[in-house]
Structures are given as structure tokens and as C-alpha cells.
């Protein structure tokens, strides 16, 4: 790791933080979308909440910045993927390689959702971190190769590699194949 | 949805992750991120994160929201260059706060088994009871204080209540919600804080190798000493209840593949060994005779306290993951599954998932639906409804539905009894408000 930046954040006395121009746009457009691809990655709420946040509270200090080069989204998940990279290496967030996967039920039944849900967040689950992390910006995301490499900080060959893994892992993982095609109502 | 270039397969997967993927339960405000600009030099920055890291994060996570927007004049953001990411935070304000050090209670520091006298000074500031959820049950919010504390962590002792808030152990009175102990503790994660006689037992360490629970006076907060468990195996990923007491004053810890049986005055007296894997939450029937563990794999097993034998096992399929929360009564045991805005509670008559009963609803909003029994009863709480029901048999004895604040869920968790009053956690992200509610009708259905 390079040497660390430090950037202040001055308050003004009452505490609160200068907002940046434009960031409150951005939270009300964006957080949505945001909130989801951190759910893909850690697989709950308040762990996608907590990354979101952490990426946007990062951002905050340089959005004046960001906004010039047209980036904070680009940035924004950046962090988001690298915060969550170094979640997974430091702490193990709880992923389970449990023998047992939740089966998918006949349809109709109103825990199709919720099992579609976990049926899909256990086969990611079991994906490396970095291919997870591929999957949720190439194909989540919508990013291009080029920009999944760039927030990743690899090369474009191997994020291709780490998505022709992920596809074959997760076409095998017990219920994705019928969710892929549809077979489960959303 | 861009799936130009994409190949079937991979347009497959992507049109998938859109349609599966949810939509979240609340959005995030620009106050919520601000609120963490402003916090990242708070109490929970003491260090404790990369140490205990691997107590849940859900509900970690979920409880920064409401994190503090501090006075500080100046916080210092450390950011990656090469990751772009916030790896460090440091302040010149807020010391942190050291675990086991002395309380600020009312009662003498120096002898921490002392009691309170009577009248004695509140830590906490005083809060005008308000009426919240359209006042179901009579509930009022008697204790909002911010940060408000964490939620899974309301336990209730004889004339008390305990709560753990981002950085503190406080100990509150019941009767108006005033803090009237509070000492400076960084616990691993939310579990609960456990009362065991005269002390309050809460999880300070959670790691590969061990368990460690510190011991404050029920009464002043002042320490009481510390249990280190050893870790047999591989920790449980999703601990979600590992520590809990028995009518016998021990304590029972997860640690690992094995539960420890703690006698708090002479450290682990005996190993159970739990060969089905890493344990994610324990109970001990109401008679100290049985105790029951859950394993990540969704088993629920039943051992001999006295002989630590392994008397009954059953397991479930199909229903979700993430088991825990577990509490017994004579007649079963409870707990729920799943996470977040999956999650949902169960009964499970004679501790046979075999005959699993669906208890509850799935809870929104990030918040939990762990089942409680107090005051003769369990109660079930969440987003939807808010009931007791009969400990032994699951049978509904009174249910009122939780409104909204115009369309965002409010939330309680962890119904506790005691001094004869009901309180519970409760929330409400749109008004942004949280804390200690009193409910203060409840049906006399409810009363055990």
C-alpha cells in the first residue's frame, strides 16, 4: 500500500460537515442503485448501508473534484469495491460454505422471492471475492471491461478471466441455472 | 440494463442480478452520510473495529446510521491513495473508550460492588415521554438519546435495563429512561448484554482464537472481572446469540465447535463439544436441563447439561439460512432465520424443526425479529405486528399491527419485562428517531 493521504474534513462548530455542491443530487439519484450492488456483494442491508455509506463518506472531501473529472460514480464504487475487498481479506463477514443450500420452492408461493434472493446470495457466496466483485460491476453494474479493471486495479484479461469463472461457478450453483433462464417469478 | 457485447449466458446472469436483486428497504439521505462524515472520529473508531470484526455485521452496520454528527472542530479523513478508500480515521477529540475501565456511574468508583443510594445522579439526560407507532400498546418513547443504542441489545435485569450503545454499556431505569450508569465499553458486535446474579456479562473479544466476556456490577457498572473462552474449531460466521445464562447462574458460551459452561466465578467448568460445526447460538431450557445450539448449517441440536451428551438433533431445508437468535421455553424452542429484511421467526415444538411453525412475518428495514421470552410469555416483535404468544405451544394470545410513518416502517425488537413494565427497542428511520419505548397498555393476554 502507498503512503497514506489525509484529507480533513473541516466542521463548522455546530458539527455538521459542509455538504459539497451536487452531492445531495447524487445520493437521492444514485443511493438506490448503490444500495443494490452492495447488497449483491455482502449480501444484507445494513452491510450494503454501511459500505454505501463508507464509500460516500470517502468521496465526500474530494466531490468538488470528483464532479470535474465527471467520476463520482465511477469513484464511488471504486471504493465500494475495494472497501469491500479489504472487508473480506480482514474480517470473514460471515459467508457460511454451509452443506445445505436453500432449495427453491414451487412458485407462487410467497417465499419465492425471498428464497430466490437467498438461493442467489449463497451462490455468490461461494464465488472469490474478486470474482463476485467482477460479476456485481460487469454485469450489475453495467461497467465495461475497461472500467471494472480500472476500479478493480487489475488488467482487462484478468477481469475476463474472473468472469468466465464466475459464469461457470454460478451456472452450476444449485438454483441459479433456473433463475438465469426464468424460471422463477420475480 | 446495458447488455451490449454481452454474450447469452452472460445476458442471462445480468438480466437475472436485475430482476432478483432487490430493491432496498429504505433509501440512504444525504443527513445519513453526512452524519458519518462527522461520526468517523466517534467512540466506535477506537481500534475495536478490525478486532472484532467478525461479530455481525449486519447489525453493526445498520446501527451506524444513527450515528452521532459529534461537535467535533476538526476530523481527519485517511484515505488509501492506492485502494481509494477510508482505511483509518483519527481525531484530537473523543478519547476512546477503555474497555473495563472505571464507570462513570453514580456509584463509587472505587467500590465497584457498592450499591446506589437512593436518588442518585443521573448520567443521562431526562426525555419527555412521546407517544410513537399511534401509541399501540401505550407505547412511548422514554429514552431517544444519540446515539440511541443498538438494537438486539435491550436485556433486562431485576430493576434495570441494560443496553450496549456505540461505545458505552448503560445501565437505564426503567421507570423514566434515564441512564443512570454508563460505562465506556467497545463490545464485539450486538449481542446482547446476559445478567447473571449480580453482574452484567457482555462479549468483548470474538476472534480465532477466543471468547472473552467482561463482567460489570448490575448495579454501578464498575468491573467485575473478565472470562476468556478458548475457541475450539472454526468460530461460527453468523454468531447470532452465543452467549446466554441458566438457572443455575453459569453462563453457556459459543466458542467455536463446542459451547463452553462458564461458573463466572471459576471460569469454563466443562466443554461440550458440538460436532456438527461452529455454533451460532445457544439456549438453555427454562429447567437448566437441556441446553440447545445451532450450527450454520441449520441444525438444531439438543445436549445434557449435566452428561454433555448429545440427546436429539433435527435440521431444515429449504426455508433460508443464517439460524440463530435461539430461545427455549418448556414447551420448544424458538429463533429465527435469515437476515436483514429476511428475517423471520420460528417455533419449534419439543426442539424438533421436523415440526417447525412459521411465527412471524419477515421484519423490514434492516431490523431484526429475534423472539424474547420475558414475563411468562415470548414475545414476537418487527414491522408488522407486535405479539405475545404462549411460550410452550406458539399459540397467539394477543397481536396488534405496527403502523407506518407514511410508508416507512417502524420497527421493535426484543420485548423485555421488568419491574412489572414492558419496554422494548424501538425506531422509526423516517423520523429518524430511536430508543427505549415503554409499552405501557399492553393486553392483559400478555401478562404470563
Not at chain 2, 141 to 164: E, V
Not at chain 2, 172 to 196: L, M, N
Amino acid at each position: 500500500m502507498r503512503l497514506l493521504e489525509v484529507l480533513p474534513v473541516t466542521l463548522p462548530a455546530d458539527g455538521s460537515p459542509v455538504e459539497p455542491a451536487g452531492f445531495r443530487d447524487f445520493v437521492q439519484a444514485r443511493s438506490n442503485a448503490l444500495l443494490r450492488s452492495g447488497w449483491l456483494l455482502t449480501g444484507d442491508w445494513p452491510s450494503a448501508e454501511d459500505l454505501v455509506q463508507t464509500a460516500l463518506a470517502a468521496a465526500w472531501p474530494r466531490w468538488d473534484t470528483l464532479v470535474r473529472q465527471d467520476a463520482p460514480e465511477v469513484y464511488v464504487r471504486k471504493i465500494m469495491v475495494n472497501t469491500w475487498l479489504r472487508w473480506r481479506k480482514r474480517r470473514w463477514n460471515g459467508e457460511v460454505a454451509t452443506a445445505r443450500l436453500p432449495e427453491l420452492r414451487a412458485y407462487g408461493d410467497v417465499f419465492a422471492q425471498v428464497d430466490a434472493r437467498q438461493a442467489l446470495i449463497a451462490a455468490l457466496d461461494r464465488l472469490p471475492a474478486r470474482q463476485r466483485a467482477v460479476v456485481v460491476l460487469r454485469y450489475f453494474a453495467d461497467q465495461t471491461e475497461a472500467q471494472t479493471a480500472a476500479a478493480m486495479g487489475c488488467s482487462v484479461g484478468a477481469v475476463k478471466s474472473h468472469a468466465s469463472k464466475a459464469l461457470a461457478r454460478l451456472r452450476d450453483a444449485p438454483g441459479l441455472s433456473e433463475l438465469m433462464t426464468g424460471g422463477v417469478a420475480s | 440494463m446495458n447488455t451490449e457485447g454481452l454474450t447469452r449466458q452472460e445476458r442471462q446472469l445480468a438480466e437475472m442480478l436485475h430482476r432478483v436483486t432487490p430493491e432496498p428497504p429504505r433509501g440512504l439521505s444525504t443527513e445519513d452520510v453526512a452524519a458519518r462524515v462527522a461520526s468517523q472520529a466517534g467512540p466506535r473508531q477506537a481500534g475495536s473495529h478490525q478486532r472484532h470484526a467478525r461479530l455481525s455485521p449486519a447489525n453493526r452496520g445498520w446501527t451506524r446510521k444513527w450515528a452521532p454528527v459529534l461537535a467535533a472542530a476538526s476530523v481527519f479523513v485517511v484515505i488509501s491513495v492506492s485502494a481509494g478508500a477510508v482505511v483509518g480515521l483519527t481525531s484530537h477529540h473523543s478519547p476512546a473508550p477503555v474497555r473495563g475501565s472505571r464507570p462513570t456511574s453514580t456509584g463509587p468508583a472505587s467500590s465497584p460492588a457498592s450499591s446506589p443510594s437512593p436518588g442518585q445522579t443521573s448520567v443521562g439526560p431526562s426525555f419527555a415521554p412521546k407517544t410513537v407507532a399511534g401509541g399501540i400498546w401505550g407505547t412511548e418513547l422514554i429514552n431517544h438519546q444519540k446515539p440511541p443504542f443498538t438494537q438486539d441489545t435491550l436485556a433486562g435485569g431485576a430493576d434495570s435495563l441494560y443496553t450496549l450503545a456505540p461505545g458505552y454499556l448503560d445501565r437505564i431505569k426503567p421507570a423514566t429512561g434515564q441512564v443512570v450508569a454508563r460505562v465506556p465499553f467497545e463490545a464485539a458486535g450486538t449481542e446482547p448484554p446476559v445478567v447473571a446474579g449480580g453482574t452484567v456479562w457482555v462479549v468483548s473479544s470474538y476472534t480465532d482464537t477466543d471468547v472473552v466476556l467482561e463482567g460489570f456490577s448490575s448495579q454501578t457498572l464498575a468491573s467485575a472481572g473478565s472470562v476468556r473462552v478458548p475457541v475450539t474449531g472454526q468460530l461460527a460466521g453468523t454468531p447470532s446469540g452465543v452467549i446466554t445464562s441458566g438457572p443455575d447462574g453459569h453462563l453457556y458460551v459459543a466458542a467455536g465447535s463446542a459451547v463452553a459452561v462458564v461458573d463466572p466465578g471459576h471460569g469454563v467448568i466443562k466443554t461440550i463439544p458440538v460436532s456438527a460445526g461452529p455454533v451460532s447460538s445457544v439456549a438453555v431450557s427454562p429447567d437448566g436441563a437441556k441446553l440447545y445450539v445451532s450450527t450454520g448449517s441449520f441444525e438444531l441440536l439438543t445436549y445434557d447439561v449435566a452428561t454433555g451428551a448429545n440427546t436429539g438433533s433435527s435440521s431444515a431445508q429449504g426455508i433460508g439460512s443464517f439460524i440463530g437468535n435461539l430461545v427455549a421455553t418448556a414447551g420448544g424452542v424458538w429463533g429465527t432465520v435469515g437476515v436483514g429484511m429476511s428475517e423471520w421467526t420460528w417455533f419449534a415444538p419439543n426442539a424438533n424443526l421436523d415440526q417447525l411453525i412459521r411465527a412471524s412475518q419477515a421484519v423490514g428495514a434492516g431490523a431484526d425479529s429475534v423472539p424474547t421470552y420475558s414475563g411468562g410469555v415470548v414475545w414476537l416483535a418487527g414491522s408488522t405486528t407486535l405479539e405475545c404468544v404462549n411460550p410452550d405451544t406458539g399459540q397467539k394470545l394477543a397481536s396488534v399491527a405496527i403502523p407506518t410513518d407514511s410508508g416507512v416502517l417502524e420497527h421493535f425488537g426484543r420485548v423485555t419485562v421488568t419491574g412489572g413494565g414492558v419496554y422494548a427497542y424501538y425506531s422509526d428511520a423516517k423520523a429518524n428517531l430511536a430508543g427505549l419505548a415503554a409499552l405501557t397498555d399492553t393486553p392483559a393476554a400478555c401478562s404470563g
